[in-house]
Structures are given as C-alpha cells and as structure tokens.
C-alpha cells in the first residue's frame, strides 16, 4: 500500500494506474487539501523536481467544501479559482467508483478537464486528471496537518 506522496512521485505511468485501480474512492474530503502535481512522466528526476516548483509556486491543492463542490488552490497567497463539483461516480479508468471533479459546467476555462481520485492511504488521495477524455496527468491530495510526508522543498538524494 502506498504510504506518501514520495512514493507517488517514485511510481512510474503504470504503476500510478494499479494503484488507482485497486484503491477505492474513500470519503468526499472537506477543507483544504494540500496538492502534489505527479507528471505523466512520472518516475524521473525531473518529474519530481517539477512537482516541487509546482507545489511551491503555481497549483497548491484544492478546497472541498461541503456543499459539494471544490476550489483550486494558486499560488503562495492560496488564491481559489477553478470552481468544480464534486460527486462520486464512475471512473473512466475503470468504471468503478471515484470521486469524480467535474469542471464541465462550473468553470468556462477549465469545462474540458475532470479530475478522478481515490484513497491510497490514510489521509492522502491520489488524482487522475482527464483533458477532453485523455489521460494527461496525476496529483496527489493531502489533508492539511496529515501525518504521511510531503515532498521535500529542497532537492535531495532522497527526494530524488
């Protein structure tokens, strides 16, 4: 079982998927959650250290709130912009359960994407993002104070 988003960063394409595919939706968190952007090409040095710059400056999650929609998170300010709704329905993985982040009709700029998650462990979900039916990404979501360990901000060799 994945144990933190290190881990995550690690996974290469295909491992990202089976351990999407046999997690399962968990509960529709609420509050914020603090985000890690794992890149297609996931498994490289590079990958991670993009994360990183990624984290620190530009996406830094998302907010559930409990009526059943979400806000992204930007920049250091935390600034909310990208409004979703949030429901649990099929992956288009699978078609098993996820939490499914629908942009479609909340948000002109973004109604092309849809983010699919599940819990992977205790506290932390890992995030499929869809572009116009494509797979184009993954992200990892933690809840704020969470005890699994976050990314290094600083690269090391056992970051890398």
């Known amino acids: 079982m994945v144990l933190d988003e290190v881990q995550l960063l690690k996974a290469g394409e295909q491992r990202l998927e089976d351990i999407f595919r046999t997690s399962p939706p968990g509960e529709i968190p609420r509050g914020p959650l603090e985000g890690t952007a794992i890149l297609p090409w996931a498994g490289s040095a590079g990958a991670r250290f993009v994360a990183v710059f990624v984290s620190l400056g530009v996406w830094r999650g998302k907010v559930f709130n409990p009526d059943g929609h979400l806000s992204n998170r930007f920049t250091p300010l935390d ?82």
């Open 79 to 160: 600034v909310l912009a990208f409004i979703a709704k949030v429901s649990v329905g099929p992956s288009r993985l699978d078609g098993k359960d996820c939490i499914v982040i629908d942009y479609s009709r909340t948000s002109l700029l973004a109604m092309g994407l849809r983010d699919e998650v599940r819990q992977v462990a205790p506290n932390l979900y890992l995030g499929l993002v869809w572009l116009f039916g494509h797979k184009v990404g993954w992200f990892s979501l933690r809840l704020q104070g969470a005890e699994t360990t976050k990314p290094a901000t600083h690269l090391d060799e056992t970051y890398l």
